[in-house]
């Protein structure tokens, strides 16, 4: 894993050079010309690396997409101060001027211009002309790579410029919006396209680059995503017409089948906490981990590191200045903190209950780490989401905060919770209890039948949802599936898409909201509830630089901005 990383870094830093002189520029300056470039294979791979490379930054997947997908019901940030950064981004009182919103930006058509400059160079070549096996991947991954920062500027803007050709000069770095119907239409060919032209995932191969099964769960996603509501420019929320919402549950279903046909890729053989565990410890393993964003830094600094489990992590406590650092933990500031009620909503033999929620932290005292762990130290306010720990970590540290762990993006379960949600969709609500039941059944939860749904899925177990009509078996399974999804994939970044999709982010923000805020000793530390504007925050703005200096955006913002 971590060979691998480093040689992501040092093949981007040879290739390219991004220049910071245009907001807007995402060309790469490379210190090749292109048409001399793609003279051998091992050039069209080191192009290849470079896309990786736009991932693994800090002000990327390694700090700032983590507050993309935050508050939803799930989790939100510690402090209600304006930042300009997380704070105003979770709790809904963004601007176009936010910086991490314009980094990320920024970061997503790099990504998708490297992958453009990659694909036409590598289609230039010979070898590709002769569909040599060695460069046909290369594409396969970079279509799979631009397709993945796509469906992000989808999900997050609407629509937005986008084009399938490298920037070879300023002008072209300027585009119109594209319908975003368009934009998925190219994401589904490129990652078609991925999916019959590279191989399933295997013990021998790494989660860290793309596979069939990669391309195929993403597409699952895509589909999902797409068949749901969105926020239009006009301001309305609009979804496809059923017949279209039908084509693409079948669609869901045919990629599902293919992970059945292969039969590779299952839950984690050593249970939840492992898996998790494992991704903290910097372990790699395929069978659940469909792909995994990688980071490493040699020497801890910031640029190629990471922050999972040390700011969605529990607290840890910085050690003094004089300890050893290869013989301790580092510090993990935990700026986000879990929605406390979801401990309650789980059964107690559920092995994802202790997982998803930390309610612990750690102290510095007497030369080590201790942990705190009475209700009076570390109140509900304090709990933390619990994937990624730093003490899960290899002891030792190379800077208090950065860290080298993997971000998995995708994973098998939720491949079987998407099926069983198109099978739903589809009137096959047998078949989608049966997954369902499968994701619970792994982590020591009851299995869900309709003679157990009200003691499991209405109250006091959880919380009634007024937004979700359960008069019939197919509204019971949506029900069930709104709490498996949160009880499954919490904090890996679907959740608040999840909601959009299904059109109850507003509705789930003011329930929990609602809820929540008697119970706790510090007034309005979850404001999401009381900011969101609905028909506003199911997208983000445009950033302000890009509206000011693009002019073929006609200075028109997302709704409400």
Not at 315 to 339: I, L, T, Y
Request: aromatic letters at 14%; charged letters at 25%.
């Amino acid at each position: 894993m971590k060979t691998y990383t480093f040689l992501c870094t040092l093949a981007a830093t040879m290739l390219f050079s991004t220049s910071c002189q245009d907001l807007l520029k995402e060309q790469p300056d490379s210190y090749y010309e292109k048409e001399n470039f793609f003279q051998a294979v091992s050039n069209a791979e080191m192009a290849v690396t470079g896309i990786y490379d736009v991932m693994a930054k800090l002000d990327h997947y390694g700090q700032y997409e983590m507050a993309m997908p935050c508050s939803d019901d799930t989790y939100f940030i510690d402090g209600t101060g304006s930042d300009n950064t997380r704070r105003d981004i979770a709790h809904y009182t963004i601007s176009s001027s936010n910086d991490w919103i314009e980094s990320v930006w920024q970061y997503k058509y790099q990504g998708i211009d490297r992958a453009n400059y990659a694909i036409q160079g590598i289609e230039q070549m010979p070898e590709y002309a002769a569909n040599d096996s060695r460069v046909i991947p290369l594409v396969a991954q970079a279509r799979f790579l631009r397709a993945f920062f796509a469906f992000d500027l989808v999900r997050y803007f609407g629509d937005v410029p986008f084009k399938t050709t490298y920037t070879a000069n300023h002008e072209d770095a300027f585009q119109p919006r594209s319908n975003r119907e368009v934009i998925y239409d190219q994401i589904i060919a490129d990652l078609d396209y991925a999916k019959n032209n590279l191989p399933w995932g295997s013990s021998g191969s790494s989660p860290e680059r793309a596979t069939q099964g990669a391309a195929r769960a993403l597409l699952m996603r895509v589909y999902l995503q797409r068949a749901g509501y969105s926020l239009q420019l006009d301001g309305r929320t609009t979804r496809p017409a059923d017949d279209k919402r039908k084509a693409y549950f079948e669609a869901v279903i045919n990629e599902w089948q293919a992970f059945q046909a292969n039969g590779y890729h299952t839950f984690d053989a050593e249970g939840y906490q492992a898996l998790f565990k494992r991704f903290s410890f910097g372990s790699l393993n395929s069978t659940e981990s469909l792909f995994e964003i990688a980071f490493y830094t040699p020497d801890g600094s910031r640029e190629d590191a990471g922050n999972w489990g040390t700011y969605n992590g529990p607290k840890v406590a910085e050690p003094d200045k004089s300890a050893d650092k290869s013989a301790v933990m580092g510090r993990a500031n935990a700026f986000f903190r879990a929605v406390p009620e979801w401990r309650g909503f789980f059964e107690p033999t559920d092995a994802r209950r202790d997982v998803m929620i930390c309610t612990y932290q750690y102290e510095w005292k007497n030369g080590k780490h201790v942990k705190k762990e009475n209700a009076m130290d570390v109140t509900k306010e304090q709990w933390y989401p619990g994937k990624w720990r730093r003490e899960w970590m290899p002891i030792g540290y190379k800077e208090p905060n950065n860290t080298d762990v993997n971000y998995c993006v995708l994973r098998y379960a939720d491949v079987v919770l998407m099926a069983a949600e198109a099978y739903n969709e589809l009137g096959s609500t047998t078949q989608a209890w049966a997954l369902l039941n499968s994701v619970r059944s792994r982590s020591g939860a009851t299995p869900i039948t309709m003679a157990n749904y009200a003691s499991l899925l209405k109250a006091p177990r959880v919380y009634n949802l007024p937004y979700i009509d359960d008069t019939d078996e197919k509204g019971k399974f949506r029900t069930a599936l709104y709490w498996e999804r949160g009880f499954e994939l919490a904090f890996e970044g679907q959740r608040k898409y999840d909601l959009i999709r299904w059109n109850v982010l507003a509705d789930a923000l003011t329930l929990f909201g609602e809820n929540i805020a008697p119970k706790l000793k510090k007034a309005n530390i979850y404001p999401a509830y009381l900011n969101f504007t609905k028909g506003k925050h199911e997208l983000f703005p445009i950033p302000l630089d890009e509206i000011q200096l693009n002019k073929k955006l006609e200075g028109i913002q997302n709704p409400g901005y």
